[in-house]
């Protein structure tokens, strides 16, 4: 985004508390922006709106890839929508491409009728090689989501490598989507991400796999007793149902919505709230100081006679990287 394109500081705000699309969807290109003209305009923006922030519901959804979770989202938003007259937010994360960086972004397709809901926002935003198989500006994307008057934001991960740990580090609630009838449920079953989650739902129950699902979940349900109790007094549920069908979706929803209850009552979604921002923040360090290193002339010009010399065996790595590190503390950066 270019400086003319911009638009003032005052404009971005009244447009998203007025929860005006394009200016949302303008606003959310600028803090996108990898420019550095853009990073403290972007930065502004972001503490002018805060005060319209926080009231959310922010729903994190994995899950393997063909489990269903757009077609899981598309069915899911129209309930809120038409039975609960509520607006959605869906942040949809597409893979990039790691040879030339560009990214399908095709979740508009894929959710059909949310797609052409009024009441409905889908923001598709490339993952660009970022750690965790969501976008880089994520987090603040809820933020401006939520100025806007979006009840509910659903944040779709692409499901893959370590996302699971970064969608649990933004959302209220994690739902992990599985599927019956593919190899053994428990075995395939990884406790790391189980441990994260505060739901758990079987999609296609439906025509012959009913009967597959319902197994499933009770195998679920048996090895997810087996864990410790979460600090947070939530226990975590596996309910089934059928994107496809539209069944099970509002039980899902009354889950969600008991565990919103539940964490409200006992202070837990605030202290859960102010320790990701915590975690944000020293993530953006190390991001920012990332950034600031690659940009840096000196590094830039020694960088490619290390990594050649690494290459040919003769410089080892942590030599070379506390080289760099020196050269780029020594300038004062």
């Not at 890839?65 to 309930?79: E, N, Q, R, W, Y």
């Not at 149902?241 to 008991?258: F, K, N, P, R």
């Not at 202070?267 to 859960?272: E, F, P, S, T």
Request: glycine residues 12%.
């Amino acid at each position: 985004m270019s400086t003319r394109r911009r638009l003032p500081l005052e404009r971005y705000i009244d447009g998203i508390v007025r929860g005006d699309r394009v200016t949302l969807a303008r606003a959310i290109t600028l803090i996108e922006s990898d420019r550095p003209a853009d990073m403290e305009p972007a930065g502004r923006l972001l503490d002018s709106i805060l005060p319209h922030t926080g009231r959310a519901r922010r729903v994190g959804i994995t899950g393997v890839p063909g489990v269903g979770k757009s077609t899981f989202i598309d069915a899911l938003g129209m309930h809120l929508i038409r039975e609960r007259r509520e607006r959605v937010a869906v942040l949809s994360i597409d893979p990039s491409s790691p040879v030339s960086g560009g990214s399908i972004l095709g979740d508009k397709t894929r959710m059909e009728r949310l797609c052409v809901e009024g009441n409905a926002f889908i923001r598709p935003s490339p993952a660009r090689g970022h750690l965790g198989g969501v976008a880089r500006r994520t987090r603040e994307t809820i933020l401006l989501c939520e100025a806007a008057g979006f009840e509910n934001i659903l944040i779709e991960t692409v499901g893959v490598g370590q996302s699971e740990t970064a969608v649990r580090s933004m959302c209220d609630f994690f739902l992990l989507l599985m599927l019956a009838g593919a190899g053994d449920e428990l075995q395939g079953m990884k406790r790391g991400i189980i441990e994260m989650i505060d739901g758990m739902a079987i999609n296609k129950a439906d025509g012959d796999n009913v009967r597959r699902a319902e197994r499933a979940r009770a195998e679920y349900a048996g090895a997810l007793h087996l864990l410790p109790a979460s600090g947070d007094g939530w226990a975590p549920r596996v309910l089934t149902c059928s994107a496809l069908e539209g069944t099970g979706i509002d039980q899902i929803w009354e889950m969600v919505l008991e565990h919103r209850a539940l964490l409200e009552a006992n202070g837990y979604l605030a202290r859960r709230r102010s320790r990701q921002a915590l975690a944000w923040m020293e993530e953006l360090i190390v991001l920012g100081l990332e950034d600031r290193f690659r940009r840096d002339d000196a590094i830039a010009a020694r960088l490619p006679e290390l990594r050649a010399a690494v290459e040919r065996g003769e410089a080892t790595p942590l030599g070379a990287s506390g080289e760099l590190l020196r050269l780029f503390s020594g300038r004062g950066a």
